[in-house]
């Protein structure tokens, strides 16, 4: 156990749709990443947020957006959904910004566009 | 630009052989490289990292890795392959901000 909880595990809606994933990173960290893994495009970085803040973006459409709370909890937004954003989405959390920390990952949550 | 390419989407070894998973680099600062492992339905779990302190860097359940700049190669080797090894490796870069970019992953299997 990592000690990244991500919610929900599983989410089934249609396409067109908008949902949200939460991530809730480990106690102590500032830092959360989001990450999106799928057949064809493997794992990509979506986005960093730090302490409240946008650090960095990846490859990360303009409909999805995220953000980060004073609680440090995390919240990725998906809207217009296609079926290509099924995949699996998992947040990471590290102590602070710097690659000199680890990262840790939550078990994912798995969305599935119908 | 950070990159890793891992050569092999899917390696097949017997129980107990040497396991040797390849990971190429590229870098435009000094890299930090790790290897994760992930089982079915499950998360990404650490393994291993090399943060520019020794070359040869020993992980968790035996698996090691060395660093080996002149060949821009991080490759992952377990001398004796169990059952339970049996999993997705992924090979990853991270860039100045701490963005991990993960290679395509290479499938391990084992054979009894």
């Known amino acids: 156990d990592s000690g990244v909880t991500q919610t929900p595990k599983h989410l089934i809606t249609a396409t067109g749709q908008r949902v949200t994933l939460r991530c809730s990173p480990r106690s102590g960290d500032l830092s959360v990443y989001w990450y999106q893994q799928s057949l064809d495009q493997g794992l990509q970085f979506l986005i960093q947020y730090y302490n409240g803040e946008e650090r960095a973006k990846g490859n990360i459409l303009e409909r999805f957006s995220a953000q980060q709370f004073p609680d440090l909890h995390s919240e990725l937004n998906l809207s217009s959904l296609e079926l290509g954003d099924s995949a699996l989405y998992f947040c990471a959390s590290s102590v602070a910004s710097d690659r000199l920390y680890e990262q840790y990952f939550g078990p994912g949550t798995r969305l599935t566009v119908t | ?112």
């Open chain 2, 1 to 112: 630009a950070q990159s890793v390419t891992q050569l092999g989407s899917h390696v097949s070894v017997s129980e107990g052989a040497l396991v040797l998973l390849r990971c190429n680099y590229s870098s435009s600062v000094p890299p930090y490289l790790f290897w994760y492992v992930q089982y079915p339905n499950q998360g990404l779990q650490l393994l291993l990292k090399y943060t520019s302190a020794a070359t040869l860097v020993k992980g968790i359940n035996g698996f090691e890795a060395e660093f080996k700049k002149s060949e821009t190669s991080f490759h992952l080797t377990k001398p004796s392959a169990h059952m339970s090894d049996a999993a997705e490796y992924f090979c990853a870069v991270t860039s100045v901000g701490n963005q991990f970019y993960f290679g395509t992953g290479t499938s391990l299997t084992v054979i009894p």
